[in-house]
């Protein structure tokens, strides 16, 4: 089984997006820029900002001279709506559904266990939901060189 890295990797491209804007950059910001920072091909970004744009968290345009940016203030996009956004099927634990159906236990671990995944799932989202894009945004800041250089001039 493998992990699904599309959730780190969106609130990675979301978070320059926001830093970028909170620098003072005007207009889109390539999928090979983001893909620089996140150490990916600019193809998985691509593929991320359509699922990023469909729920209306970033606005993008094709072609030359395009990208990506917001729509809307970081302080108005959740991580839960980012979560939801790449992975619409929930994405946090997968059932193994091939049990063995003549045993007691394995006729009765998937619904019993589905109810303790979701239970873990609504603690997820209640927890997204309550930290901001413009949070990691301030997050990332105090491990950034030139905030860690301004702070020692202090």
């Not at 890295?5 to 969106?10: D, G, Q």
């Not at 990506?68 to 203030?73: G, M, N, P, V």
Request: with cysteine; net charge positive; charged share 20%.
């Amino acid at each position: 089984m493998r992990e699904s890295c599309r959730f780190s990797m969106a609130v990675h491209a979301m978070t320059v997006l926001a830093h970028r804007a909170r620098e003072g950059h005007v207009g889109p910001m390539t999928s090979a820029e983001m893909a620089d920072s996140i150490n990916t091909n600019p193809v998985i970004v691509r593929r991320l900002l359509a699922a990023l744009g469909q729920a209306g968290l970033v606005d993008t345009r094709p072609g030359n001279g395009g990208g990506a940016w917001l729509a809307r203030d970081p302080s108005r996009i959740t991580l839960d709506e980012v979560h939801r956004a790449v992975e619409p099927d929930g994405g946090l634990i997968a059932m193994h559904g091939n049990t063995n159906r003549d045993c007691p236990v394995g006729a009765a671990i998937g619904e019993v266990l589905s109810t303790a995944i979701q239970r873990a799932e609504a603690a997820l989202h209640a927890t997204l939901a309550g930290i901001t894009l413009a949070e990691m945004v301030q997050a990332t800041m105090k491990f950034c060189p030139e905030a860690a250089k301004a702070r020692r001039a202090r």
